[in-house]
């Protein structure tokens, strides 16, 4: 048999759920018969004892040591629960084929839990295999309706052996003839994610949808954790008080029934929301001050009734303390010691109240102590004081690390570190409600980058528990599918995931559309979601402005409006190719989230522009202000829609405020600021080369320079683009005339008209001249115009090819291999990092080309993650050719991407050596570096995702051999310049075009 | 008899022209009766001899040494030639009663002239006396009509000796019965202006109307001249050729005839206009190098053609040489000595062509040598090479000085330099085509900084020539009378004139309006003319922008638009008010000036405020572009009009580029860009405090620091503006509510609506609080919204009055005179340096109060204008109290208006001292202060017209004596501002409001 037959066309499977089951298998029993109704439009009837069966089919969910049914199967032999008894958290599947004619039962397929989680995992899993996604209600990923539904357990073994295809529970045959699936320990112990910051959008939707953060909300919220196979949850506690609003105590019976352990966040001790003390404390006493030193009786109280009203459930005790509303508990003029002290003094008292209260011994209590900002420096101490990294009373307490709010990971344990009894957890932000600028609205999260800095915590041994800062969760489904795909399977996903984010987005999608989209549908949905978290992760929307993508300089603003254009182009092409539930669910998860991000990156691209001819005076400027003003109206159509889609289902969903951030809040919040020129009342034209600063208006002694086209130095294609704008509202006939014979132009004359007020003239060099060899070209150019004006250009071309290099070998591998020529004409060259001649790995170890990570494209990173080098010696590395016209000093630009280091004071040093130089040392960043918003570097680097490190040096004529070596974690190059040391470079968002 | 009665309703006078008379009287007898004619309807028949007199009155009008009449008159003792005779450019007017019975002539006028000119001014005089402006043609000022004329020989005299009016002309009796009137000779030796620049506006308009810059353009430019009692002119030479296209030589021979002393520019030699020698080098060889060096042949028979064909007219032959089109004669890298070489060596031989070809006496050919821009370095000299200063070769030249092309003297002549035999002229400009910035348009000028610096040079021995640059022309009517006036009757205007600029306003508006106009219109006609022209003066249109008034610090927009408004408001009034002729007269050359060149104003301002309210994502900033808009339409809409009215006679004449230059010349220009803000879509308010940066969007972590209002503390009114603005689209209702009974405030609730999207609340101190005495009052609002908003603001008024201070007398002195409180919550005080509060004299010298000098109002300078002090002591000084409430470190800010120093390397230094410390000098002007755009602080001088001079100054707590002591030639101060040491001034245009 390979094929189970759960349902055909006239019946259903029933499904067996013994009374003494565990209630939240029952519950989870009837959700599972409810996605089967969505397939099959039959719902499965819950039953408790195979006698009862009146189906062919029977499906038996059960949890080993609460089911008789089990029992007798396995004392029958017919299910072996051996093979799970005592795993955590996994489930086995099995099918058997019955003969027995007194029953009406043919066909029973078991699913058994070896605890409730897991037996609620098996069941999902049913679901998911019907057909069902996780994403079913918070995604709007509504099934496709079968009439037969059919199981294939050995297919999924199959599968596993024979193709690279994602694999997320382990499979196997148990060797009886029928079909058996067992599962795989979840990798990361507690895994889940945290609702926060959730107002405006979370928080009126709960509200209107279900009266308030309350249990029929959670409901929803752990059957989505649980899909996902999570077991953690931080709750929403902005303005919520978990345990006490469901109504009442509702909430937490409702996890401790789905099995859901519940923690409270980094700085809500002993079960207590943050809330409850200013609500509470009259209880207590008089004294509302949130003090340990001065008011350690009345919260010590406060936290015994936290203990006492939660401990029945399962949950992981935050301990530790902060301040209220997340702030620094002392004032800034305590010294280190009077922190730790009075974190200790908390922490002994709360490690008290648990031995007490839970269980005197401490070590079977789960407790977590987060080194979130200010607390990392009580972690570590000082020479003043010992910090509580290796305190004796938190052996079994687990860290909980942290990113830096912004997805860019922090400290990591140390070798010796990792063997801390506790285990190590990270605290992972999706979503952020702070310093420097808060991204709160949509998605911002790419997969790569997930992937690449979660693995590295993994690497560093942080397995315990990974929760992920969601924000207001909704439009974060795709990259928390991601996230906790990753921690219950970091086998499949994790170092073995190197360049599979592409695969898991397409098997994603699958999830979620079933068989509804055509192939080009999914590239088209793959380019969409690649292109649109791309955009969101290079530049929040939040952070945009006029100011981002240079309007002028290497042509930014319009490289990249191209490309938001085309996304945008695909994203809208969907939405009218889609119909039905699919159209539904890619407006669930994609479309608004990538239409309504995409539209503000145009409209800011185009205000730039706006801004940059209006300043100029060009009447070229007003050709961009319709767009601009229909975005914004688009801007707030979106919105509106999406809060009305499927009958108003995600109202308030994309209600927070998102552009044009001034502050770290959104109280300076703006819209594109638009310009509009007033033509003056003559005929004036002015005239510029694209991507260049410089322009003429016609005076003749506007000319003593000459005006060098540097995209025709530049540019690949060798062509160059004119622009002749007018300032006036009086139309301007213009002639050209080309002074050199080596130079070709598509228009000789015509006419700029005051609408849109700008004509563009291509040149390249002519088409006789050969290219691949030197070829320099210069032409005079006159434009002249109708009205008197006359502008005299002189044009350079410079083509590749080196003449004076007379090996041909080299000029071989110059031509195919070398990243860039630098010198004379050229002031810089720009090379991706990926794009190096030659890779030398050590131990199989070096670096690696990971795609989608880099703002632009791909990026190079030494990989296993937390290997360290500290020198250059024994290193691996990737070397580079570089041709230098002239021999001379250069700086050589490394472009990062944003990260930390992994080591408290790290500077996430590499090497570089220059020919035969010796290795110098590069540091990514400064000896007094700070993930905190008082650092600028810290803080640029957060809003630009990116940051640049330069180094000086001095390089030969001719080719020029670069080498990178690996240095310490956190390292990822994406771009590397090298210039004339005293040349600068144009500002740019992204540094010169690749 | 009294009155003369030259013609009434049935007849006229007759002109007696004899036919010895110069040409040019004849012709000029011509246009008199036409000017008479205008009156009376009745052209005068003009005579050669009194027997053909038809009348029974004759003018008379004859040259001493040009007329039988007079000689035989003089013989008759009728009329005593005696009394003129020899002098230069005098008339004599005399009225004789005839009682011949035998003749029907019943009276005679005799105009008698000294020489052409003088007779010619005397013609002139007689129009003058029949109500027909100088300006008949150019200022459309035509004369009231009239039956009956009559003239007042004898009342020109009383007046003289009875009023403070204006006398332009000694007028004096001879003792016989008749009336009798004798001119004084000019003050200045030749008076003239320089048409210059002249495209477009000039001569497109020349051209359209004469059909070039040819003789019957200039018949009325030199009749211009002449009425103005000019007698030298420079001739347009930007594109043409006066000597060859008049055509021909034709405005040649006109000059010549009409006694008009013909020059070149200060860079054209020996009477060649500029672009002569690229039309004519051919004439004399191969080479168009301008260069006295390789092409010394060429161009020296350039310069004898030049001599011969004008010699016989009456010139001043300019000298020396510069590079074509007014630049530079060698390249940068040519030494002192080589430049003055190659002057020197251009000078002999120029030299030597008038010893030859006019005169073989040079002391007796009238040679002028410009010391302009880089000649002055050549002059001067350094110490390799002696300076052309001394060169014994020019002693008989007029060294011609100028200003800094912007109006503001430079170097003036020592004592010592005094006695140059050639003596000296000015080159002053109002209009310059230039660094820094252009200005070209409309009248840039007021008549008191052209009294205050014609005035000094005159006093400095600068008599021989005085000639302005009127760019094109038309426009300058007004400064440009002013001018001429000065340079004609120095007694009269000169030193005497002190505060005198307002009087003779006035008469130039009787003289243009007649009776036409009613007391209160002269006043608004006054109101007008300062006003526009100080607005100008204080920044041009050219060089207006958005960035000029500061739209926020001091108020200051806000202070200048109610200022500009409230002058174009009375423009416009009497534009509605003034009909027929007078109407005409006030739009050819008042109208069209003050409405156009404030309408910029107001615009720029405005867009000040749209720029600065976008930026803050106000939709307050849209409420400013509808008026911006109708501005920009506005301008052009006043250039067509005024280019339309009189059926176009003066069409192109406010052709120029006119506003937002951002270099030198007028390719930029550019009007406001206007910024539109699209709100967003919910309701949020910002509070803000007029004049304050800071404002406040309802976070409560903005409110760390109490918002005081300055407005309270500095504001005479003690009231303060609070502004709530809307960034969305959202109306919202607000409540104010005062928690301190020391407030009051005119709203407590209200609603700020979309559009303007802003509501203003005046808050007082209590009127329950008397002042007098010292209040302080500190009090704290809330303002809150319905959106939930919320801001809280301290508020703090500090009002005048000290009870620290129990002397009475210091304190009632302090009230009533002291200009300034500063410390404590006081950063700053600031005063008009006008207000002083003693003022001494030396030697009946010192400082003097100029009214409208300053940029805002009055300010000091110390007279006579050259006396010079080279220390404090014996100086003269005015002292100012200053109460500190603290004693500590304190800045004193001199605002100065920019003016230049009067000697090489001078630094206009002047003195101050505070209480009885040692006085200290303060520099006006750095050491290696320059008049070149090279050196930014003459060129920001130039822009803002006023510089600041600051230095520290240690003050007593209490009240402080500052003195001031006369200094240098140069030094004007308008305003002083002492501030906290460690204050920082916000930016502004003209600092701390008054």
């Given at each position: 048999m390979s094929k189970f037959l759960l349902c055909d066309e006239k019946s259903s499977f029933e499904f067996v759920i013994e009374s003494e089951a565990f209630e939240g298998v029952k519950e989870i029993g009837k959700t599972v018969a409810e996605d089967i109704r969505l397939v099959t439009g039959k719902e499965p009837v819950q039953v408790e004892?195979?006698?009862?069966?009146?189906?062919?089919v029977a499906v038996i969910a059960a949890t080993v040591g609460k089911s008789s049914i089990l029992d007798a199967f396995s004392k029958q032999g017919i299910v072996d629960t051996s093979l799970i008894?005592?795993?955590?958290e996994v489930f086995m599947m099995k099918t058997i084929e019955l003969s027995?004619?007194?029953?009406?039962?043919k066909r029973i397929l078991v699913i058994a839990g070896s605890d409730k989680r897991g037996t609620i995992y098996g069941m999902f899993r049913l679901s998911e295999l019907c057909?069902?996604?996780?994403?079913?209600?918070f995604g709007d990923a509504m099934p496709e309706k079968k009439d037969v539904l059919e199981i294939d357990i050995a297919g999924l073994n199959e599968k596993k052996q024979t193709t690279?295809?994602?694999?997320t529970n382990e499979e196997e045959k148990d060797g009886s003839g029928d079909e058996l699936l067992i599962s795989k320990e979840p990798s990361v112990y507690y895994r889940g994610f945290f609702i926060n910051d959730e107002w405006p959008a979370f928080g009126n939707w709960a509200t209107d949808t279900?009266?308030?953060?309350n249990a029929k909300c959670y409901k929803k919220i752990f059957e989505l954790l649980l899909r996902l196979k999570g077991n953690y949850m931080w709750p929403a506690m902005w303005n919520s008080n978990f345990s006490e609003e469901g109504p009442g105590i509702e909430n937490a019976l409702l996890a401790d029934m789905y099995g859901v352990v519940m923690g409270t966040s980094h700085?809500?001790?002993?079960?207590?929301?943050?809330?409850e003390w200013q609500q509470q404390y009259k209880k207590y006493g008089d004294d509302n001050s949130w003090s340990f030193i001065s008011n350690e009786e009345a919260i010590t109280k406060f936290w015994v009734d936290g203990v006492l009203r939660n401990r029945e459930f399962e949950n992981v005790y935050t301990i530790g303390m902060r301040g209220e509303?997340?702030?620094?508990?002392?004032?800034?003029?305590?010294t280190m010691k009077d922190n730790i002290e009075v974190v200790k003094k908390a922490i002994l008292a709360q490690d008290k109240i648990l031995k007490e209260?839970?269980?005197?011994?401490?070590?079977?209590v789960p407790r977590m102590l987060a080194i979130y900002k200010e607390v990392e420096d009580y972690y570590y101490g000082d020479e003043t004081c010992e910090g509580l990294k290796d305190w004796d009373e938190l052996?079994?307490?687990?860290?909980l690390l942290s990113d830096d709010n912004h997805g860019n990971l922090r400290n990591l344990p140390t070798e010796a570190e990792?063997?801390?009894?506790?285990g190590y957890g990270m605290y992972y932000h999706f979503d952020y409600h702070g310093a420097p600028i808060s991204y709160e609205w949509t998605n911002c999260n790419r997969l790569t980058k997930t992937w690449e800095q979660m693995t590295q915590a993994y690497e560093a041994g942080v397995t315990k528990m990974w929760i992920v800062n969601?924000?207001?969760?909704?439009?974060?489904e795709y990259p928390l599918s991601f996230f906790m795909e990753l921690a219950y399977d970091y086998e499949a996903w994790?170092?073995?995931?190197?360049?599979r984010t592409k695969e898991f987005a397409y098997k994603w999608i699958d999830k979620q559309f079933g068989t509804r989209l055509t192939s080009a549908q999914k590239d088209d949905m793959f380019k969409v979601l690649e292109g649109y978290t791309r955009f969101n992760a290079m530049r929040t929307p939040e952070t945009m402005?006029?100011?981002?993508?240079?309007?002028?300089h290497y042509r930014e603003g319009e490289r990249l409006l191209g490309e938001a254009r085309g996304i945008l182009e695909t994203t809208e092409k969907l939405n009218q190719e889609l119909t039905g539930e699919a159209l539904l669910t890619y407006q669930s998860m994609i479309y608004y989230a990538a239409a309504a991000s995409l539209n503000l990156v145009i409209a800011w691209i185009i205000t730039g522009m706006n801004h940059e001819y209006a300043k100029k005076g060009?009447?070229?400027?007003?050709?961009f202000i319709a767009e601009i003003e229909e975005r914004i109206k688009r801007d707030q159509e979106l919105v509106d829609s999406f809060h009305n889609m499927a009958d108003g289902?995600?109202?308030?969903?994309?209600a927070s405020a998102h552009t044009?951030?001034?502050?770290?809040?959104?109280?300076e919040w703006a819209y594109p600021v638009t310009c509009k020129v007033s033509p003056i009342s003559v005929a004036k034209a002015m005239v510029s080369f694209r991507g260049q600063d410089r322009y003429h208006?016609?005076?003749?002694?506007?000319?003593?320079?000459p005006i060098v086209s540097t995209d025709l130095l530049y540019d690949q294609n060798d062509e160059t683009l004119l622009d002749i704008d007018l300032k006036g509202n009086v139309a301007c006939a213009y002639k050209i005339t080309l002074e050199s014979e080596a130079l070709e132009c598509d228009s000789f004359e015509g006419k700029v008209k005051n609408y849109p007020g700008r004509e563009t003239i291509t040149f390249r060099r002519s088409s006789s001249l050969k290219a691949g060899v030197d070829v320099e070209v210069k032409g005079r150019v006159e434009i002249s115009f109708e009205n008197g004006q006359k502008t005299y250009v002189e044009l350079l071309f410079k083509v590749c090819g080196?003449?004076?290099?007379?090996?041909e070998n080299v000029l071989d591998s110059y031509i195919k291999g070398s990243a860039g020529v630098v010198g004379k004409d050229r002031p810089y060259c720009c090379f991706r990092a990926?794009?190096?001649?030659f890779g030398h790995l050590v131990d199989d170890n070096g670096f690696e080309v990971i795609?989608?990570?880099?703002?632009?494209g791909n990026a190079i990173k030494a990989l296993p993650?937390?290997?360290?080098?500290?020198?250059?010696?024994d290193a691996p590395y990737v070397s580079y050719n570089v041709r230098a016209d002239e021999a001379g000093e250069y700086d050589i630009i490394f472009y990062l991407l944003t990260r930390n280091p992994?080591?408290?004071?790290?500077?996430m040093n590499f090497f570089m050596a220059v020919n035969e130089e010796e290795p110098v040392t590069v540091h990514s960043?400064?000896?007094?570096?700070?993930?905190?918003?008082?650092d600028t570097d810290w803080a640029q680097g957060v809003l630009t995702a990116g940051r640049q490190v330069s180094a000086f040096v001095t390089l030969n004529a001719g080719i020029n051999s670069i080498k990178v070596f690996a240095g310490e974690p956190g390292v990822i190059i994406e771009k590397i310049v090298i210039k004339k040391k005293d040349y600068l470079l144009p500002v740019s968002y992204l540094g010169p075009n690749l």
């Open positions: 004892c195979l006698d009862k069966v009146q189906s062919e008894n005592g795993k955590r027995d004619a007194l029953s009406n039962i057909g069902v996604s996780p994403l079913v209600y690279e295809n994602i694999v279900f009266g308030g953060v700085h809500e001790p002993l079960c207590r929301a943050g809330n509303a997340d702030s620094k508990l002392l004032p800034e003029d305590a209260k839970v269980s005197d011994k401490l070590a079977d052996k079994d307490a687990i860290f990792r063997s801390h009894a506790g969601v924000g207001d969760l909704k439009e974060m994790g170092l073995n995931g190197l360049n402005n006029d100011m981002i993508y240079h309007p002028v060009c009447v070229y400027a007003n050709s289902k995600w109202n308030h969903c994309l044009g951030f001034m502050t770290w809040d959104d109280r208006l016609g005076a003749h002694w506007q000319d003593m320079a080196n003449s004076k290099c007379d090996n990926s794009e190096f001649d795609e989608f990570l880099g703002r632009e993650p937390m290997r360290t080098y500290a020198s250059a010696q992994s080591v408290k004071g790290g500077r960043v400064s000896d007094h570096y700070y993930t905190e918003w008082q």
